[in-house]
């Protein structure tokens, strides 16, 4: 288990290892351009080789991009959806360029009374998007808001098996679980989580944790993220978690509140919850 946080990346990729060093990151997850902006990323090559030299010199594990906030591929907005495909095929191009080991990318809403023409949407932007470059396009749970596509693993299958493309990786995001309905602020709540994961056939294609508590109350679908231990999920949920078979091999990112001095605290508390 590599666990650590997503960091800022100021001024030039390089500067997320600094980052990353500073709190005590072994996995690291960016945004390689600007979140709530459709620019695309404007990484030259000789930016990604030298980035991708230093990052194996770091030591450090795998490296994942998020896609920009904007990016929603199931929007009812024709327009808007394909504005989404286009951002999330160059930031996939942009990913691969630099090493990175997944694109990751919500798994996208539409309006809540057409929740199959939503699944298509996603499925067919997921279909043009994967092919973009070698990192994985990995799709992110939702917190199960009006019009989400996939909060829940069942979903997530029928879009996987929507997509049919084999290189399809999953994101599970504690919060979004939590808030979603799963209980993993108690043991048999957690098994039933993973249960489910394993019956669903997706247990192979999960390659990241986003480790977040929860502001909200369980099955809520408020989507606050909370420091580890201090919300609604707790130290024991997240014992629970990260104890499971199915985590153990995984890479284990916050994106907790606050700074890097934040983000050690809480990498600090998982690695502690991991090794007891």
Known sequence: MRIGAHVPARGS?????????ECGAEAVQVFISNPRAWAPPRITSAEAEQFGVAWVESGMGPFFVHAPYVVNIASPNPEFAQRSIDLAKRS????SAVGAAGFVVHAGSGGPAELEEALERAAKALRAVAPEGDCAVVVELTAGTAGSVASTFPEAARLFAAVGDPRLRLCADTCHLFVAGYGLDRPDGITDCFDELRATGLAERLVLIHANDAKHERGSHRDRHEHIGEGRIGVEGFFGVLHRPEVRDLSVVVETPGDLVAHARNIATLRRLAAD
Do not use: K, M, N
């Open 92 to 95: 996939v191009a942009a990913a």
């Open 13 to 21: 990729l390089l500067s997320a290892i600094t980052a990353a060093r």
